[in-house]
């Protein structure tokens, strides 16, 4: 590209194979339909199945995609934030590549960035509930209060896996945020709303897939957030953010 893109897509990916096709597929047929210049990049946290083998074959194919490839396994936060980092977009977002919740809801996110109405929209999941999914709401939805009432979230839903940035407000930030792994998304909001950056909510409809193995462990999860909330709780206490 000859000019920076309106949109940089970051994809986070480790073990993608069987739904990587489909998924890409989805996503350039969003974006290719918005109005706005945009680069994929993929970020492969050390795969082990044909994930690597998947992503080169999309570079090959699209001049608009690139990537990065991990040498070691880093974790997902680590992940997305080096994607951020390699970005050239006026806008930097990521969504999960298994699309429980849907691309469609990219453009208009990218647009009330470029128009200024935010610097970081995010999307509130909407759960369409199922008996396999109610424990996964619940978690999620007790997870919001208590990062709330611990840290000082404003209520926003810190974990959607559903994140744009205007870059050059989220690149200082960036390096505050240091979990490698799926507490990193608490951090983003947390230094992201204590550095005064305008942030918006938009309702997403989540749709569990059951198709996929689910890297969620409930018990071990929550016990790893709750210790990182309360470390998180006493490091800005100390810097006097709290």
């Given at each position: 590209?000859?000019?920076?893109?309106?949109?940089s897509?970051?994809?986070?990916?480790?073990?993608?194979?069987?739904?990587?096709?489909?998924?890409?597929?989805?996503?350039?047929?969003?974006?290719?339909?918005s109005?706005y210049a945009?680069?994929?990049?993929?970020?492969?946290?050390?795969?082990?199945?044909?994930?690597?083998?998947?992503?080169?074959k999309?570079?090959?194919?699209?001049?608009?995609?690139?990537?990065?490839?991990?040498?070691?396994?880093?974790?997902?936060?680590?992940?997305?934030?080096?994607?951020?980092?390699?970005?050239?977009?006026?806008?930097?977002?990521?969504?999960?590549?298994?699309?429980?919740v849907?691309?469609?809801?990219?453009?208009?996110?990218?647009?009330r960035i470029?128009?200024?109405?935010?610097?970081?929209?995010?999307?509130?999941?909407?759960?369409?509930?199922?008996?396999?999914?109610?424990?996964?709401?619940?978690?999620?939805?007790?997870?919001?209060?208590?990062?709330?009432?611990?840290?000082?979230?404003?209520?926003?839903?810190?974990?959607?896996?559903?994140?744009?940035?205007?870059?050059?407000?989220?690149l200082?930030?960036?390096?505050?945020?240091?979990?490698?792994?799926?507490?990193?998304?608490?951090?983003?909001?947390?230094y992201a709303?204590?550095?005064?950056?305008?942030?918006?909510?938009?309702?997403?409809l989540f749709?569990r897939?059951?198709?996929k193995?689910s890297?969620?462990?409930?018990?071990?999860?929550?016990?790893?957030?709750?210790?990182?909330?309360?470390?998180?709780?006493?490091h800005?206490?100390?810097?006097?953010?709290?």
């Amino acid at each position: 590209m000859k000019h920076p893109p309106d949109l940089s897509l970051v994809l986070a990916c480790y073990n993608e194979a069987p739904l990587f096709a489909q998924s890409v597929r989805e996503i350039l047929q969003v974006l290719r339909r918005s109005r706005y210049a945009f680069e994929i990049i993929f970020v492969d946290d050390k795969s082990v199945d044909e994930t690597p083998g998947f992503i080169r074959k999309a570079c090959a194919r699209h001049p608009n995609v690139r990537a990065l490839f991990h040498t070691k396994n880093c974790g997902r936060g680590r992940t997305v934030a080096d994607g951020v980092r390699a970005a050239k977009g006026t806008v930097v977002g990521y969504v999960d590549i298994d699309l429980e919740v849907s691309p469609v809801y990219i453009p208009d996110m990218v647009s009330r960035i470029l128009e200024a109405q935010a610097d970081v929209v995010i999307g509130k999941r909407m759960y369409r509930s199922t008996i396999g999914s109610l424990q996964r709401e619940i978690f999620s939805l007790g997870y919001q209060k208590l990062a709330d009432w611990l840290i000082g979230t404003g209520g926003l839903d810190t974990e959607t896996g559903y994140k744009f940035f205007r870059r050059k407000k989220i690149l200082p930030i960036l390096s505050r945020a240091t979990h490698p792994h799926w507490f990193w998304d608490t951090e983003i909001m947390v230094y992201a709303r204590r550095a005064g950056l305008r942030i918006a909510q938009v309702p997403v409809l989540f749709v569990r897939r059951f198709d996929k193995k689910s890297s969620v462990r409930v018990a071990r999860d929550i016990a790893d957030y709750l210790v990182n909330l309360w470390r998180l709780r006493g490091h800005l206490a100390k810097v006097h953010d709290l």
